[in-house]
């Protein structure tokens, strides 16, 4: 009905909630109503994990990821390859990796990217402290896992030159065709990019 809406308290988890990314005021709403029809099994529950995460996650000061401990359990794991250093962006790409279970090494986040219009510089970024690590002895080899954006390959050209001096290997992820893709459906730059990336067969 036009003019009904919800009390302060209500109006206030929907602000809150359309603040995340992904959500829109409608799917906010939405979503407030579920919590709300849902409270004992589902918006309690959710109040008490912000209120833990809240006191007790903490960011690592060896690579930039969160956890609940510091350093963080992967830089904490003997397991993992001391050797290789992957760069990522954000906490969501190195979440990304370990989902993919492709790689062992250790991380080190960024914190984004350089960006002129964003006025994000090298300072803003962990570069220094990438640097810094990748000059320790153990290190053989920097694998820059930035996304395949302007600004991520731009960062990724400033990170190559910056360890130009470093005795370590840097590479980065190939670029080009999907597992399973079709070229008809790709754009021309990743096209282009499959091209220049090639492979013997």
Not at 157 to 163: F, K, N, S
Request: charged share 25%; aromatic share 2%.
């Amino acid at each position: 009905m036009r003019g009904a809406s919800a009390g302060p308290e209500i109006e206030r988890l929907i602000q809150l909630l359309a603040r995340l990314p992904g959500l829109g005021p409608r799917s906010a709403r939405r979503a407030a109503l579920h919590l709300v029809k849902k409270r004992e099994s589902l918006l309690d529950p959710l109040a008490e994990a912000l209120c833990v995460a809240r006191d007790r996650i903490v960011t690592c000061t060896t690579c930039g990821n969160i956890d609940t401990c510091d350093p963080c359990t992967l830089c904490s794991d003997p397991r993992r390859d001391a050797a290789t250093l992957v760069v990522v962006e954000d906490i969501s790409d190195l979440w990304a990796l370990e989902r993919s279970g492709a790689i062992a090494g250790r991380y080190h986040v960024l914190g984004g990217v350089l960006s002129a219009l964003d006025g994000v510089r090298p300072e803003d970024l962990s570069i220094d402290a990438l640097v810094a690590r990748a000059s320790a002895p153990e290190v053989s080899e920097v694998i820059l896992a930035v996304n395949a954006t302007i600004e991520g390959q731009t960062t990724a050209h400033v990170i190559a030159q910056r360890l130009s001096g470093a005795d370590v290997k840097v590479t980065r992820l190939a670029h080009g065709v999907p597992v399973g893709g079709e070229l008809d459906y790709l754009d021309e730059g990743t096209l282009a990019a499959a091209l220049r990336a090639r492979s013997a067969v």
